[in-house]
């Protein structure tokens, strides 16, 4: 593997969360197919994502120090 990310920017580590508390939720009445996870998985990517970015920008605007 190439390069190194966030454990929260992991597709798989979202997808294995999203399918367990399908799983759960199954046990509750709850059914969640294949379809609905994949579009859970990448909702929640995306949110991330934007997270991410929004921290990334908040932190710059608040720093004390110049870059560079």
Do not use: C
């Not at 197919?33 to 608040?62: C, H």
Request: glycine share 16%.
């Amino acid at each position: 593997m190439a390069g190194t990310k966030a454990w929260w920017q992991s597709r798989a580590v979202w997808g294995g969360l999203v399918a367990a508390i399908a799983g759960i939720g199954g046990l509750f009445g709850l059914n969640l197919n294949e379809v609905s996870q994949g579009m859970i998985v990448d909702v929640v990517v995306q949110m991330a994502t934007v997270a991410g970015a929004l921290v990334a920008v908040i932190g710059r605007v608040r720093a004390t120090t110049k870059i560079g």
